[in-house]
């Protein structure tokens, strides 16, 4: 499960892989949809095709958005890349 705690939100369903009574792999769903909980807010006139802030994410994880996301939005995120992937609807 190593690396896999902070990517683990409350609610989230995962499938756990067993072997001898020891859980040794936690599977977790992709792509899940996040809250930004914590980011820098947008400067106006930074609108560099490619500018990409870190935004800490409710389920605890960090990860690159682009620098038009505010804190409060919801967003999709692949898992298993750590990966954002688009605003969620």
Known sequence: M???E???DEGME???VMFKGNVIECVLPS???LEIVETEPNVKGNTAQGYTKPAKLSCGATINVPGFLEQ???IRVDTEKKEYMERAN
């Open 31 to 33: 792509p899940v949809t």
């Open 6 to 8: 902070d990517w683990i």
């Open 14 to 16: 995962c499938n756990l």
């Open 72 to 74: 409060g939005e919801m």
């Open 2 to 4: 190593e690396g896999k």
